[in-house]
């Protein structure tokens, strides 16, 4: 029996709803939402695998269901310390946990190499940060979004600007401006208060997110999906900035034999084998500009929330070739091997 600790940051207990300023609340319970869908879509995958035996984290705000194997910190108990003890009470812990803070990076230090089911240390650190991720895709020639800081002579764009945390996830605190000097004010104001900013240019186009299992050299494309993303705020005139919003992911909009499939299907390969230490499922965040093709905006070197839907679509399949990527085989039964699709992972 294998035995899998399951740990999501935000209903594991990594934030206490309680504390949330009044303005936050709403952003932190959307993200709480999609925490969620991700654990349970993860635990009920691994609970289909025959000879799997899987625990999830769980918080004081949540009562699962009867006969559902969780645990949760201890009063008083780090969270950190928290997954490190559970980890060691398991074969394998998989983290779900935001890139802010140094969190994932922190996470990986707990767990241990050995139990990690996820990207490796060197691969989180660059895709951690939106700036280290843009100047590593830039130098191996890959379309993306540079970071910029005010007075670079680089900033010559006639489009509009974004202002976001280097380390963000889920498009919080991320606002777009019509004009370079707004833009370069809210940057100098997060950065004098310490909020580690980038400035980059904003990069018009249609939205997308591409799902991918990457193993050592090897890399497979799951799906293209379309990201729901708005802005909100604003006026005729621009004096008002406008607030990036993600409404979530529809999986599997995209033909990958098309052209533009297959351009992303090499895109996917390109960065994979740029950020050495991707493993497992890995999402990267592009915009198909109607000039330049896609650009890539971030990489996520964690589940995203597009996984919960091709879950439910492809079945065990799916999560058996996740595990596999990490040299982890589950041995299945004639029942389930009706109902898993295989996945090649080429290079």
């Not at 934030?15 to 879509?41: F, H, K, N, T, Y």
């Not at 108990?77 to 140094?102: I, K, L, N, Q």
């Not at 990076?105 to 939106?130: M, N, P, Y």
């Not at 600007?161 to 370069?184: N, Q, S």
Request: glycine residues 10%.
């Amino acid at each position: 029996m294998t035995r899998i600790f399951v740990y999501e940051y935000l209903t594991g207990g990594g934030i206490d709803p309680q504390l949330a300023g009044p303005g936050s609340l709403a952003d932190l319970s959307a993200l709480i939402v999609e925490g969620r869908v991700m654990r349970d879509a993860l635990v009920d995958a691994l609970r289909e695998l025959d000879g799997v035996q899987v625990t999830f984290a769980t918080s004081r705000f949540e009562t699962p269901g009867a006969g559902e194997a969780h645990c949760m910190a201890a009063p008083g108990e780090s969270m950190t310390a928290f997954v490190a003890r559970a980890a060691r009470e398991h074969d394998y812990a998989w983290v779900v946990a935001p890139e802010c803070d140094g969190l994932l990076l922190r996470f990986h230090d707990a767990v241990g190499t050995a139990r990690w089911l996820g990207c490796a240390k060197e691969a989180i650190r660059v895709a951690s940060s939106k700036s280290a991720t843009a100047a590593c895709l830039a130098a191996h020639g890959i379309a993306t979004t540079p970071a910029l800081e005010p007075g670079d002579s680089a900033a010559q764009h006639d489009g509009r600007w974004v202002v976001k945390p280097d380390d963000g996830a889920g498009g919080l605190d991320t606002i777009v401006y019509e004009r370079f000097a707004d833009a370069c004010a809210e940057y100098e104001a997060r950065a004098a208060a310490a909020r580690n900013p980038v400035l980059q240019a904003w990069v018009d186009g249609e939205p997308l997110s591409l799902s991918l299992i990457c193993r050592g050299d090897a890399t497979k494309l799951l799906s293209i999906n379309r990201q729901q993303i708005g802005l909100s705020g604003g006026d005729a005139s621009g004096d008002v900035a406008r607030i990036v919003e993600f409404d979530g992911v529809l999986v599997d909009q995209i033909d990958q034999h098309s052209d533009m499939g297959r351009a992303l299907d090499t895109l996917a390969h390109r960065v994979a084998r740029a950020i050495p230490g991707l493993r497992g499922f890995v999402g990267i965040d592009v915009v198909w500009h109607p000039q330049l093709g896609p650009v890539v905006i971030e990489v996520n070197p964690r589940l995203t929330v597009a996984y919960a839907g091709l879950s439910a679509a492809r079945g065990s399949g799916l999560t058996r070739a996740l595990l596999a990527a990490h040299g982890v085989r589950i041995e299945r039964c004639g029942a389930a091997r009706a109902n898993s699709a295989t996945y090649e992972v080429r290079p």
